[in-house]
């Protein structure tokens, strides 16, 4: 509950063409609200109208919009004064109770059993947002209920206990015992301050920022964490989450009148008189006049000793920038970072000075801009050259301009994509982000004037601009283990100083917590809880449109779907004629397809021309098992396995977009030995990173791929082991460039031809009438095959893999938290998997796993995966202080369900919670891919029904059954197990054989 997400606000519109609708001429009016602005905005079709609650002194946007995923959001401004994490521990302690609802954490029931398509909090730098989704009424005006008592009377306000678990506590058993401290938070950021990528964009901040409230970590430092007081929490919550100082965002197709009684309801029993808004304002950082160097440290393991990352930062504005601004930057941004070819990130890949390229170029989600591009994986003595080199590029830029055209095609269909209502927060007009058209005309007629629009741009943003900070981070290999003996100093000096009564008060206060949290709420408290009926379920399953035509013997897929005039193709070729051993080449190889120029085109202008007529083109490989016979359990290596060029552009350019394809497989280059070089640094530094910061998914795809092809092929391909591979690759592009070469030569060979082809298009009815010639045009142009190999399947692939034999494994990686998991198959191939074990496995990850590896166990979060076509299992554990003890938690969980206490009203919670989340909206591109890939594996719309049937009728008996089926499974299980050295360790102690881990380094 702290990054940034997505809101599921881009689904359906009405459209261009709309007119505006009868309720646009007079937004509803309400006696305990003024109306300060209406708008249409034609761009999105939507009706929009600007209140202030008269009591409360709440500014409200409501949306009217034919949308029926109704979203609402309350965002409270809680600039922080310190790194003490209280905007972030309040954003998890708010949801932990509240006055009219009394459990111990609503958040939770409404996970488990709402029809909720978005439910989060996010904790930003200078604000906490609380929004949520619903595509049914009853549940959306649900769900309000619970936000809105959650954050203006939330239980935390008056029992400290919520804070000690959220936030932190000292923990004790036994007077014997060392101090420790545990908290949600303070372990969930204890993994943060362990990815070098989130420090370094913590540490650029903070530099960025050294006068205003962005120069401390609203999320919280480890270190300072503990200094959080109760009192101060308290006082934080009434100062900041007050009516007045909020701002409430309602979208969607329900009554406006409806919302603004609902509201109401909360906001009556607040004044504005009590409330100082102004205490909240962000105070604008005034920009410095010359440039300066920073440097911090980060966690590094000892063969990357030398890798420091560098980055050059700029503070871009010091007033409001306007929407022409803003979208001038945007495409600045584009042409500079925005893809592999864009004139600087080229620049630094190109230089061979570093790894990867780190920084991200512009952020503008704060109230003001900044913008940062470098290196990781740089040579201590070649960081001042990668300060010059981003210099002079930008120099370079201001003096020759740019090829402009090359991204307007991406602006055009990222406009009709776009929803941004950020601005509203710092006094601006919530709606004029919306607007578009005018500034882009504006923008394209100073263009055609010849207006050196972005030539200006830079120099006055970046080369004239003093508030700029080079940023050195340094690598430190003894940085966790320092971290950790400064932690244990101050605890046993904190424990020193205590008397024995301070020591009993601290066990008192461990146990009240434990007993606290372990006590189950009553039925009274639950049955506060607002919920919806089984009766107030969809029973039909939802499906999407698709026809399958075949063109000159090649399938054609399409799904008519409102798409705003644009057009998604999907170009699959079948690649399971490749030998196995190549499979791990194929992360290379669709790189170097659109990174390495294409016939008469190099590079550079291979990506123009991708910009200047599409929204992007982009390659991807997709794998999935064939469903079983009538539903049953899949046969584990009946595989299909495509290289996807996937691609948008508004319906004009189809022909175009389909032409740019053709040449991306027909005559792409492949053969840059520099550009696979600097590939593969980057493949690999990105490989490094995401271990530490998502170490549980690759538990989980090692777990899974001792069973089963596919995720086998996702573990050689993208998992733990690939990491060797893509070493060995940067090996063979340095040393044996030609031999590698051919190797991705016949594999192009392999998979690109006719006999492979499939496409698959999503759009407007008359987006898709308008592909059809340009598709078969398309198709005559490609390669006939030029020889006969075996026909095509995975069946070959199942004889080359190896699956591992090791029992429980073990990767150590620069840590301070653990991700553990343990799986296996809970299903043989030919059983049948019922429906309704994906209620039990839901109910698991919300419940049982929540409870005791996140609330008890103190780590991030506790999950399960059930995987109904391949019959496998598995637990995870994120962010986890403990090993072993979560490790008994799974081993418990057999036991657990096999006298669990469920009421009638938890299993229907259950049932409508996993019905949601089958039934959670998508995009028209995604709802397109989804059913094209249901296609490709044979699940059929019959099945799927077959499944919710079978979702909606669990009962009781089932979370038995399940038990009984993980009690089988117990004894086969394996582990695995990301994290640091010490855990394996002491985990290790005691146990001996195959039980015992199997450790190895990443
Ligand atoms: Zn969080």
Wanted: aromatic fraction near 8%; charged fraction near 25%.
């Amino acid at each position: 509950m702290e990054a940034r997400a997505n809101t599921g606000q881009k689904g359906a519109r009405g459209g261009q063409q709309a007119a505006p609708p009868a309720a646009a001429a007079a937004p509803p009016a309400h006696p305990a609200y003024d109306l300060v602005s209406q708008d249409f905005v034609q761009e999105y079709g939507a009706a929009t109208a600007l209140y202030r609650h008269r009591k409360s002194g709440a500014e409200v946007l409501s949306v009217q919009i034919d949308d029926d995923n109704k979203v609402f959001g309350v965002t409270f401004r809680t600039p922080p004064e310190d790194s003490s994490g209280v905007p972030h521990i309040l954003e998890h302690s708010v949801l932990c109770g509240s006055r009219k609802f009394p459990t111990k954490e609503p958040f939770v029931e409404l996970l488990k059993g709402s029809l909720q398509t978005f439910l989060n909090a996010f904790t930003y730098p200078d604000r906490t947002c609380y929004p949520v989704a619903s595509q049914n009424t009853k549940d959306f005006y649900n769900l309000i209920h619970v936000y809105l008592d959650a954050v203006l009377f939330p239980r935390a306000a008056s029992d400290p206990l919520v804070m000690q678990q959220e936030g932190w506590h000292y923990e004790l058993e036994d007077p014997a015992q060392p101090l420790a401290y545990k908290g949600v938070v303070f372990n969930e950021m204890k993994g943060v301050y362990s990815s070098p990528d989130a420090l370094h964009g913590r540490a650029r901040k903070q530099a960025l920022f050294p006068d205003n409230t962005y120069g401390v970590d609203s999320g919280g430092d480890p270190q300072d964490i503990p200094n959080l007081t109760y009192d101060y929490f308290q006082a934080f919550h009434r100062r900041f989450y007050h009516p007045a100082n909020s701002r409430v965002y309602f979208y969607g197709d329900d009554a406006v009148p409806e919302r603004l009684e609902l509201l109401d309801e909360y906001l009556r029993e607040f004044d504005a008189a009590d409330a100082d808004p102004a205490a909240s304002a962000i105070q604008w950082q005034k920009k410095r006049g010359a440039p300066w160097r920073h440097s911090a440290r980060f966690p590094a393991r000892a063969d990357a000793a030398r890798a420091h990352m560098v980055s050059v930062n700029w503070l871009l504005n010091d007033a409001p920038l306007t929407p022409r601004d803003k979208l001038t930057l945007s495409i600045l941004n584009n042409l500079l970072v925005g893809n592999s070819a864009a004139v600087v990130r080229k620049a630094l890949t190109d230089s061979g000075l570093g790894a990867s390229v780190i920084g991200g170029g512009l952020s503008d989600e704060l109230l003001q801009a900044t913008w940062g591009i470098g290196l990781k994986g740089v040579a201590p003595e070649k960081v001042d050259e990668v300060e010059a080199l981003i210099l002079s590029t930008l120099a370079k830029c201001a003096e020759e301009g740019f090829e402009v055209s090359a991204s307007m095609g991406h602006v055009e269909v990222a406009s009709l994509e776009l929803n941004s209502h950020d601005i509203w927060l710092y006094g601006g007009s919530p709606t004029e982000a919306l607007h578009f058209e005018a500034p882009l005309a504006a923008l394209k007629a100073d263009l055609a004037a010849g207006v050196p629009v972005f030539q200006n741009l830079v120099k006055e943003l970046l080369i004239d601009n003093g508030h700029r900070v080079t940023l050195e981070m340094q690598p430190d290999v003894g940085y966790e283990a320092e971290t950790e003996a400064r932690e244990k100093s101050k605890l046993e000096a904190v424990k020193a100083s205590m008397t024995a009564q301070d020591i009993a008060d601290v066990i008192a206060a461990t146990k009240s917590l434990k007993d606290a949290q372990a006590r189950e709420d009553s039925a009274e408290a639950r049955a506060m809880l607002p919920t919806l009926a089984l009766a107030d379920l969809d029973k039909s399953v939802k499906t999407t449109p698709i026809d399958i035509g075949q063109v000159d013997g090649v399938t054609v897929v399409s799904h008519a779907l409102p798409s705003s005039g644009i057009l998604y193709a999907d170009v699959g070729m079948d690649m399971t004629g490749i030998p196995l051993s190549e499979y791990p080449l194929l992360g290379l190889f669709s790189r170097l397809l659109l990174e390495s120029g294409a016939g008469a085109r190099d590079r550079v202008e291979l990506s123009r021309h991708i910009n200047t007529h599409t929204g992007g083109v982009y390659c991807s490989t997709v794998t999935g098992t064939r469903a079983g016979a009538n539903g049953a359990v899949a046969a584990p290596d009946d595989v299909v396995g495509y290289l996807f060029l996937r691609g948008k552009a508004v319906s004009a350019k189809t022909p175009e977009l389909l032409s740019i394809i053709r040449s991306v497989v027909r005559e792409a280059r492949l053969d840059s030995q520099q550009r696979a070089v600097e590939i593969l640094k980057e493949m690999k530094a990105r490989l490094e990173a995401s271990v530490v910061g998502s170490g549980h998914s690759f538990a989980a795809t090692r777990i899974d791929s001792r069973h089963a092809l596919e995720p086998y092929l996702n573990e050689i391909g993208g998992g733990l082991s690939s990491l060797a591979t893509v070493k060995a690759n940067l090996a063979a592009a340095e040393e044996d460039w030609p031999a590698l070469l051919a190797r991705l030569e016949e594999l192009r060979a392999a998979i690109f031809k006719r006999d492979n082809l499939i496409i698959n298009l999503t759009g407007d009815q008359g987006v898709l009438d308008a592909a059809e010639q340009p598709v078969r045009d398309f198709i005559a142009s490609m390669p006939e095959s030029a020889s006969v190999l075996a026909p095509a399947s995975g069946a070959g692939w199942a004889k080359e893999a190896q699956f591992s034999p090791i029992r429980n494994e073990g990767f150590i990686v620069p840590t301070q938290v653990n991700y553990v998991g343990k799986g296996g198959r809970l299903f043989e191939p030919g059983e049948k998997a019922p429906g309704s074990f994906q209620v039990v496995s839901r109910y698991l990850r919300t419940g049982y796993l929540w409870d005791n590896v996140r609330v008890m166990g103190g780590a991030y979060g506790g999950f399960c995966n059930f995987n109904p076509t391949l019959g496998l299992f598995s637990f995870l554990s994120y962010r986890d202080p403990n090993l072993a003890k979560t490790l008994d938690v799974y081993d418990a969980c057999a036991d657990y369900l096999g006298d669990v206490h469920l009421t009638q009203e938890e299993l229907e919670r259950g049932v409508i919670g996993t019905i949601g989340a089958m039934d959670a909206p998508q995009s028209a591109d995604a709802r397109g891919f989804t059913s094209f890939k249901r296609y490709l594996v044979g699940i059929t719309d019959e099945q799927r029904q077959r499944v919710r049937d079978e979702v909606l009728a669990t009962t009781k008996a089932d979370f038995a059954a399940f038990g009984d089926r993980l009690r089988a499974f117990n004894g086969s299980a394996r582990a695995a197990v990301v994290g640091s050295r010490a855990a394996l360790e002491a985990a290790n102690e005691g146990r001996a054989g195959d039980a015992a881990f199997h450790v190895e380094d990443v």
